[in-house]
């Protein structure tokens, strides 16, 4: 998409979570998308019109990409998702021949536009924290970022205000490999093992990255193909079979409605 002109939208119903902007269509059909970028989960276009296409795809939304050949399906998921074409519901031609559907199940995904001059004023970007990727993310940042804090450090990492765009899996396989315990307060952990969740939840996200992210129900790429990073998961989802660093069980809980995963042996 960037780069290239919005030659047409159809919106294939009046709302997703949220309704579309007024106009929506017409006011980005024959823009060109100048810079395709990301803020935490939100994906954001800057287009020539002055103004930015805010996109966030819930829990089960998917771009998929195609072309002048035909679409590749996606491959076997845990829960089938994407597929139906009556979820596909805004459609981008554009420039070139490409095809870009968002196709969202449960319709929790959402579009918006907003003047891409005043992006820092966007509510969802308000009180965001550094991404997990970025300069702003260190030692020293999570040392004053947890003072005082009295939450668990899973939840706290979770907390969109402290990092921005972490999930759940990436959390709970950042704290095994950092040796810290989800349930130890935030506030409570010692420099040096702030230091050292700092370098793996990098490392995480960069390994995630670079496998293609993580298929767990609904996640493939936009032409189809499945992401492999769970095949490197250390804990998540593994509750019960051997820890690969000591072979004791991998233990479950829930944290704030969310699974954790973790060896208690391991992490302290």
């Keep these: 998409m960037e780069g290239k002109r919005i030659l047409h939208v159809e919106t294939r119903r009046k709302d997703l979570r949220f309704p579309f902007p007024a106009n929506f269509a017409e006011r980005i059909s024959g823009a060109r998308m100048n ?29 998929t990409v195609s072309g002048p050949k035909p679409k590749k399906k996606p491959g076997k998921f845990r829960h089938q998702a994407g597929e139906d074409e009556k979820h596909d519901h805004v459609v981008f031609e554009m420039q070139g021949g490409a095809k870009v559907v968002f196709n969202d199940a449960r319709r929790f995904g959402f579009m918006e536009l907003w003047p891409a001059g005043e992006l820092e004023s966007y509510p969802g970007f308000d009180g965001l924290g550094p991404e997990p990727i970025s300069n702003e993310f260190s030692s020293a940042y999570l040392e004053e970022a947890f003072e005082g804090k009295k939450t668990p450090v899973k939840s706290a990492l979770l907390d969109q205000r402290v990092v921005a765009g972490l999930g759940n899996i990436y959390v709970s396989e950042a704290l095994f490999r950092a040796g810290i315990n989800p349930k130890k307060l935030a506030g409570a952990i010692k420099p040096d093992k702030l230091g050292r969740l700092a370098v793996e939840v990098r490392n995480v996200i960069n390994e995630a990255i670079k496998a293609g992210g993580s298929t767990i129900s609904d996640f493939a790429t936009t032409d189809g193909e499945l992401g492999y990073f769970q095949h490197r998961f250390r804990v998540y989802d593994k509750a019960g079979k051997p820890c690969p660093t000591c072979a004791k069980p991998i233990k479950r809980m829930v944290q704030a409605g969310r699974s954790t995963f973790y060896c208690a042996s391991c992490q302290k």
Excluded: D, N, P, Q
């Design 35 to 63: 810079h395709l970028g990301r803020r935490a989960k939100y994906l954001v276009g800057e287009l020539s019109t002055g103004e930015a296409l805010i996109m966030h795809l819930g829990m089960t939304g998917r771009f």
